[in-house]
């Protein structure tokens, strides 16, 4: 299952985390709706997050854009997850 991973300016609402490193808020896109699926995603995103911070701690580690987890090579179009979020082929 993919999850696209926006930054926000608010960690309050529904489908938002926080790095766990910076405190940036990401607003979260599930490919699927399923909650038990979700729960077992969390750790790999949490994970994905603060990859980001290798050698910087600050929240400018994370990508301006939004971006995948897991990762996605392929054009955005056929990401459901990135389609769901409403992410620009350019967004990514």
Same mark, same amino acid.
């Given at each position: 299952?993919?999850?696209?991973? /926006?930054?926000?300016?608010?960690?309050?609402?529904?489908?938002? *985390?926080?790095? +766990? @490193?910076?405190?940036?808020?990401? /607003? *979260?896109?599930?490919?699927? +709706?399923?909650? %038990?699926?979700?729960?077992? /995603?969390?750790?790999?995103?949490?994970?994905? @997050? !603060?990859? &980001?911070? /290798?050698?910087?701690?600050? &929240?400018?580690? &994370?990508?301006? %854009?939004?971006?995948?987890?897991?990762?996605? +090579?392929?054009? %955005?179009?056929?990401?459901? !997850? !990135?389609?769901?979020?409403?992410?620009?082929?350019? +967004? *990514?």
């Amino acid at each position: 299952m993919q999850v696209l991973c /926006q930054k926000s300016n608010s960690s309050e609402g529904a489908d938002k *985390i926080s790095c +766990s @490193i910076c405190g940036q808020a990401f /607003q *979260i896109f599930w490919e699927r +709706s399923s909650q %038990t699926e979700r729960a077992a /995603q969390m750790e790999t995103v949490m994970a994905a @997050i !603060a990859e &980001h911070h /290798q050698g910087n701690d600050s &929240h400018r580690a &994370h990508p301006h %854009t939004g971006f995948l987890v897991p990762g996605w +090579s392929g054009l %955005t179009k056929f990401s459901a !997850a !990135a389609l769901l979020g409403g992410a620009q082929s350019w +967004s *990514i």
